[in-house]
């Protein structure tokens, strides 16, 4: 095998992951302040269709990135209004979520079915990127090098700074914080719209980079694994990168085995390895003394009410 | 126990009249419109499979207006769960109702038993009863053309293959491809990769740049989005489009690509309810019957290539060339079909082993 097949491999696997990196830190966030937001799949598809709507429409695949923030923060604030403000059961109102946003895309984009824009290409020149080596470093779109800027960010905001400690306290124990003078319900709608600002943009990634169209439900069950990702990673930022970038190489691997011609294995076990992987660390992570109970947000998913 | 499944089976049958009476009354028939109700794997925006199928039942619109009024159910999971969409659809008065994947058979067959006045036609299955039809299009003539032009431009002589799931319509593709190509250049390969999905347009994308990874600078699928197409564009080689004319997603990958055409046959079949000579039947129509189609050649397309692939349509279309002709052996050698011997629809519609060339 050359470099330059390794060095796409590489490539392929990147893309796949960054997409799921960007959705699951988002919820990370979220679930950090203590909201279990399930809807990840119907944010991703609204940030797909309005990322692809304005970039088709203005010619600017940058404009399709804000707008699917936009929109990915706009379907989160449905979320947030019905679980905060009106403290209606998460859970129901994250999949409701989610089942709105496959009928909302689709809607929308009904009328950009069958139209194509220009791929998001990579940052720097090509001249950068001849060499497979150099192309394994500069060789990508803007979206990847935000994805891994934003698990630095995220990480030292949750370790480093005071607004991160109050996020977390929010999180652990909501009442003390609110006790304490904090406004919890102002974080956790700060919260729920950055993770629906990353879905988003995650769910662009999809329309204006993978497959630069528009198709119903293009995003197939990504939002799923972003949420078990989350899971995966014991709510830690860090974790979370090794994990996407797993799930991606598994994905991206399993095809590559196809096609080299590894017959032996059959095609239905390739396809189950990325769920066999996450069974085998869930079950790590339940078996470390440590972490018996997840390292879960203690108030994750419950609702709140200054009263 | 016997009496409440009669009685419950009775009310169904009750049910099902009372939404066809107004149907029957001759003087109400002229302005009731015929109801026709579909049942999509996918959805309608997958340019695709499901796409085909719908752009059949708006030409059954054009062609019938107020005379009918047509009704769909998208993203029908397959298996049991299908029999509630079906029965929906019964229920809301609807005289037939197409269900178009191979998966929607048995609840096909389960609603249809409940509702023995309604007309039932299911694609690609092989069940049938008096009101339940089932028709499909030999895409697999299709694949010999698309296969021949492969052989004719692959500069490696690998073509890369995305599959959905190892049926026998999928597998008939597969070999009527490779069979066709190896005409062309005897030691042309086909690589196989299943994605185990008939509907993901990442992982269609991730298969295909595997699969130009390994070599092939042809790429041709069975599952429904254009994603495949993108990634060939993207990495400059050449590929064929799937269920549709796909050209706009590729203009310089895209070579042609296997058309279905659906609209003939619904016309055809609704037709048949109106006046009431509507029977059950088994329908596999092919590039003769105009039920599936080869998209304009792109200019890429080498006159070479060009004509040889126009002979076999017309070979296929005058029926003197079938696709899979013997002598023809599977990968172990096994001699399948004798010298001179045309397949059987029996033998294709079974299909499980792959011809030499195939790595699946």
């Known amino acids: ?307 | 126990m016997t009496s409440i499944i009669t009685r419950r089976r009775f009310n169904f049958g009750a049910g099902a009249s009372a939404a066809a009476l107004p149907l029957l009354g001759a003087g109400a028939r002229a302005q009731a419109p015929l109801g026709v109700g579909f049942i999509y794997v996918g959805p309608v925006g997958d340019h695709g499979w499901t796409w085909t199928h719908d752009q059949g039942r708006l030409a059954l619109e054009k062609e019938y207006g107020a005379k009918i009024k047509t009704s769909f159910i998208e993203n029908v999971a397959e298996g049991p769960d299908a029999a509630r969409a079906i029965r929906q659809l019964a229920q809301a008065g609807n005289q037939i109702i197409f269900t178009t994947s191979f998966g929607f058979m048995n609840p096909t067959i389960q609603v249809a038993r409940q509702f023995p006045n309604l007309k039932f036609e299911h694609a690609t299955g092989y069940q049938r009863a008096d009101n339940v039809a089932t028709y499909n299009a030999r895409f697999y003539e299709g694949r010999a053309v698309i296969g021949t032009i492969a052989g004719h431009m692959s500069k490696s002589g690998q073509a890369g293959y995305i599959a959905s799931f190892p049926i026998p319509e999928v597998v008939m593709g597969i070999n009527a491809f490779t069979l066709a190509a190896r005409k062309v250049n005897p030691n042309f390969r086909t690589k196989v990769i299943w994605a185990s999905t008939w509907y993901d347009p990442a992982k269609e994308a991730d298969a295909a740049k595997a699969l130009i990874d390994q070599g092939c600078d042809m790429i041709t699928q069975h599952t429904d989005s254009a994603a495949a197409l993108q990634a060939a564009e993207q990495r400059g080689v050449f590929a064929f489009g799937q269920a549709s004319d796909m050209k706009a997603f590729a203009p310089k990958a895209h070579l042609t690509a296997i058309v279905d055409d659906w609209s003939g046959y619904y016309i055809k079949r609704v037709k048949e309810v109106m006046d009431g000579s509507w029977k059950t039947g088994d329908v596999w129509g092919g590039i003769k019957d105009g039920m599936v189609k080869i998209a304009p050649y792109n200019d890429a397309v080498t006159p070479a290539a060009r004509a040889a692939a126009d002979e076999v349509t017309k070979g296929i279309v005058a029926g003197t060339l079938h696709p899979f002709t013997g002598e023809l052996k599977d990968q172990k050698g096994t001699v399948r079909l004798k010298a001179g011997e045309k397949a059987g629809d029996e033998l294709l519609s079974k299909m499980d082993w792959y011809v030499d060339g195939v790595q699946a």
């Open chain 1, 1 to 307: 095998m050359t470099t330059a097949i390794l060095v796409s491999i590489l490539m392929t696997l990147v893309a796949a992951s960054t997409p799921i990196l960007l959705a699951a830190l988002g919820e990370l966030v979220t679930e950090k302040a203590g909201v279990l937001n399930l809807g990840v799949e119907g944010m991703m598809l609204c940030g797909a269709v309005a990322g692809f709507a304005v970039a088709f429409s203005t010619g600017s695949t940058m404009l399709g990135l804000v707008a699917a923030m936009a929109a990915g923060v706009a379907t989160a604030m449905v979320f947030a209004v019905l679980t905060l403000s009106l403290t209606a059961n998460q859970v129901a109102t994250g999949l409701a979520l989610t089942i709105f946003g496959i009928g909302a895309s689709s809607l929308i984009g009904a009328g950009f079915v069958g139209r194509t824009i220009t791929r998001l290409g990579p940052v720097f020149p090509a001249a950068l990127s001849e060499h497979p080596l150099l192309r394994a470093v500069f060789g990508h779109d803007i979206v990847v090098y935000l994805s891994l800027a934003l698990v630095l960010g995220v990480s030292l905001f949750l370790r480093r700074t005071r607004p991160g400690l109050i996020l977390r306290a929010v999180g652990e124990n909501d009442a003390s914080a609110h006790a304490i003078g904090y406004p919890v319900i102002a974080i956790r709608y700060a919260a729920i719209a950055f993770g629906g600002a990353l879905a988003g943009l995650g769910g662009a990634y999809f329309s204006l980079a993978l497959t630069p169209m528009w198709a119903d439900r293009l995003t197939a069950g990504r939002g799923w694994i972003a949420l078990a990702l989350v899971v995966f990673a014991a709510w830690k930022p860090g974790r979370l990168l090794l994990g996407a970038y797993l799930f991606g190489a598994v994905m991206t691997l399993e095809l590559q085995a196809k096609a080299a011609g590894i017959t032996w294995l059959a095609p239905e076990f390739l396809a189950m390895t990325p769920y066999l992987a996450t069974i085998a660390v869930l079950t790590m992570m339940s078996l470390g003394r440590r972490s018996g109970r997840l390292n879960a947000p203690a108030c994750l998913g419950k609702p709140f009410s200054a009263s």
